[in-house]
């Protein structure tokens, strides 16, 4: 683990190792949170965050969503990531990781009346998926676990609960020598990675799942963005697990993994087996826009 000086937990900058919770902290033991995972780079004109706004805009929104109250503004926690990463000077890519959970002093189900907390922490994370995953492209396995159905879980929301799924999809794909699994929704058809949304690419055009179930990436949505722009046309409709097989190219999207390409799932190879034409380009498109080398882009960014 990549540790920093200061964690930041409901209002105070807190020394990394003193950031600790009780053992009957709620969100331990009945799994209610939601969290969020942004990244900053480094830029010509120092420390940017990438899109701040919509990743504490869906923190809260998930919050909502799980009848969590967060005694926090929009505001105030923006400006709380932004002075947590000037307090730690970090220099390289940064992982924001922003938590509210419910803490100690309440057990049992009924998780009104249990102290909502928000803790935030950065850490310098390269990337997610591997550096040579980044150029080459990974092995995916399609799970046997399928993706929380949204008849019974909130696929609107960042849950931590959601992510016992993933977590269990992410060991089996790494048990049966893949880097990463790709999850089906309940009827079937591929609804995205344990943290990532997938796109496919098919004859020049650009297709992606919509976020029926899959997170709504704020990636996903960035790199369709780029695309039309650059007049790739982008469909968003069901993909089924065989037409992933024969797709020309298909690749991984998250704040984590980034634009991470896929290589081979089940055993067929994708493509050529390399990082495809259009995932170049698009993966070029989205670190200019991160790094901020490009001018039109430059609003997604919060320098700090
Ligand atoms: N689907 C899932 C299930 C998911 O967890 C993520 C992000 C995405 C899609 C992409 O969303 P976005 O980051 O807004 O483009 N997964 C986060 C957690 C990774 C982790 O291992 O922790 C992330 O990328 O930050």
Request: proline fraction near 3%; glycine fraction near 8%; charge should be negative.
């Amino acid at each position: 683990m990549n540790e920093a000086k200061y964690i930041w937990m409901d209002g105070e900058f807190v020394p990394w190792n003193d950031a600790k919770v009780h053992v009957l902290t709620h969100t331990l033991h009945y799994g209610n949170g939601a969290f969020e995972g942004t990244r900053a780079y480094p830029t010509k004109k120092g420390l940017a965050i990438f899109r701040l706004q919509e990743h504490t805009k869906r923190l809260l929104n998930s919050a909502k969503i799980l009848k969590l109250d967060v005694p926090f503004t929009q505001k105030e926690l923006e400006d709380a990531q932004i002075e947590l990463l000037r307090k730690n000077e970090f220099k390289d890519n940064v992982y924001i990781r922003p938590l509210v959970f419910l803490g100690y002093g309440k057990m049992g189900l009924y998780h009104i009346g249990a102290p909502v907390h928000v803790s935030i922490a950065a850490w310098e994370w390269g990337a997610y998926l591997g550096e040579e995953g980044l150029e080459k492209g990974i092995r995916v396995k399609v799970s046997s676990i399928v993706r929380n159905p949204v008849k019974s879980t909130f696929g609107k929301a960042k849950a931590v609960a959601n992510y016992l799924n993933s977590q269990m999809a992410k060991y089996e794909a790494i048990e049966c020598g893949y880097e990463e699994a790709l999850m089906l929704d309940d009827e079937g058809f591929v609804a995205e990675g344990s943290g990532e949304c997938v796109f496919i690419v098919r004859d020049g055009v650009l297709i992606t799942p919509p976020n029926d179930n899959s997170l709504e990436s704020i990636t996903q949505a960035t790199v369709i963005e780029l695309a039309k722009d650059r007049g790739i046309p982008v469909e968003r409709r069901r993909i089924t697990r065989d037409e992933v097989y024969i797709a020309d190219e298909a690749f991984f999207t998250g704040t984590a993994a980034e634009i991470t390409p896929i290589r081979e799932v089940d055993g067929r190879v994708i493509g050529n087996g390399a990082r495809g034409e259009i995932t170049k380009e698009l993966q070029d498109a989205y670190f200019d826009v991160v790094y901020g080398r490009d001018k039109n882009y430059e609003h997604y960014l919060t320098y700090i």
